[in-house]
């Protein structure tokens, strides 16, 4: 199964990529962020989001494709991810979901026209679960 869900989000990332960038793929992703949890623009440099949008991007890309790519390291994998930010004092499971849930919309948004139903179901499998082991990692870890 992962075997397959790991094809067809590279692919989707590759062509979404190829079309668009990830310059202009990431412009939404703090937009979501603040518009859904304003008090998380204290954390970061405004000034500066333009440029960490499309790392924090890749980085959420990066993160999702090697919990797919190895599992048996994805719990540990998203607990270092929690325990890294307990510094910026994150508590809250919903800023980390809100990220996660946000890559694959932005991803269809390039991608409309050929983003199938299974492509949807994979990513939507694929957050899901990613979203199951913030939660347990913050929870475990107390954060
Ligand atoms: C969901 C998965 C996330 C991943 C994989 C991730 C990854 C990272 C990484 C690797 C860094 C280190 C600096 C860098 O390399 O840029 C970082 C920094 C940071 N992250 Fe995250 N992050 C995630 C979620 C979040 C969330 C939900 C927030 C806040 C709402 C957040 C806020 C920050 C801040 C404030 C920094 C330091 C400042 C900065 O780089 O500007 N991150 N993140």
């Not at 859904?36 to 999702?64: C, G, H, M, N, W």
């Not at 979901?97 to 983003?115: A, D, G, N, Q």
Request: aromatic fraction near 10%.
């Amino acid at each position: 199964m992962l075997e397959r869900h790991l094809q067809v989000i590279e692919s989707s990332i590759k062509s979404a990529i190829e079309k668009d960038g990830i310059e202009k793929l990431s412009s939404r992703l703090f937009d979501r962020l603040f518009d859904y949890y304003p008090e998380t623009k204290s954390l970061f440099d405004i000034s500066s989001i333009p440029v960490l949008a499309p790392r924090k991007f890749q980085l959420l890309l990066d993160l999702i494709v090697d919990t797919l790519k190895h599992p048996g390291y994805a719990e540990s994998a998203v607990a270092d991810e929690a325990i890294r930010h307990s510094i910026y004092d994150l508590k809250h499971k919903e800023y980390y979901f809100i990220l996660m849930e946000t890559v694959p919309l932005c991803l269809k948004h390039s991608l409309k026209e050929v983003w199938t139903a299974e492509t949807e179901e994979c990513w939507n499998d694929t957050v899901s679960g990613l979203k199951g082991l913030f939660h347990k990692a913050i929870l475990e870890h107390e954060l």
